[in-house]
């Protein structure tokens, strides 16, 4: 019998910090919105290889980044997809959300249900369009949540546009 994958070690921070970078690059690929957040997000294997990218609005104006980049695995919204995933680390731009108004399932569920077991992203959602959350939700879970302030400046760089007056 095979034992379940155990999570990755943590990756070394200069990987860390370099996937969260190409995360906050493709949320600028984002479509522009006055109303939603430009998220990227970035699923690489404990390998190091990339194997799943996403961004907010990248198929859909509802998309979310992190539900782009599963959706890209064929995974269904409450499917687990395997070993593989448990070992793999979701780099995004932004705290998952935990609460959602264009979908009923908020991408911290979706993140849980997938089976990852780490998280990492540089800008914790400030509570402007949604309440936040999503962190305590995946930490709550077992998953392991690691937050990089020093790229949130970066991150809120390319939402401006909804900041204004926050």
Not at 90 to 109: F, G, K, M, Q
Not at 113 to 130: D, M, N
Request: net charge negative; with cysteine.
């Amino acid at each position: 019998m095979t034992q379940p994958a155990q999570p990755a070690e943590p990756a070394e921070p200069e990987a860390d910090r370099r996937w969260l970078v190409e995360a906050i690059s493709l949320s600028r690929c984002c479509p522009p919105s006055r109303t939603a957040y430009s998220v990227g997000a970035v699923l690489v294997a404990a390998d190091g290889s990339v194997l799943s990218t996403g961004y907010s609005r990248e198929t859909a104006p509802a998309d979310h980044a992190e539900e782009a980049a599963l959706a890209k695995l064929g995974l269904p919204a409450a499917g687990a997809a395997g070993p593989e995933l448990a070992a793999a680390t979701l780099y995004s731009s932004l705290e998952p959300c935990a609460v959602r108004a264009s979908r009923t399932v908020p991408c911290a569920d979706l993140i849980i249900a997938s089976g990852i077991r780490r998280v990492v992203f540089a800008w914790t959602e400030p509570p402007l369009l949604a309440p936040g959350g999503g962190a305590g939700r995946l930490r709550a879970a077992g998953v392991e949540v690691m937050e990089m302030p020093e790229l949130a400046a970066s991150a809120r760089e390319v939402n401006a546009q909804l900041l204004k007056g926050y």
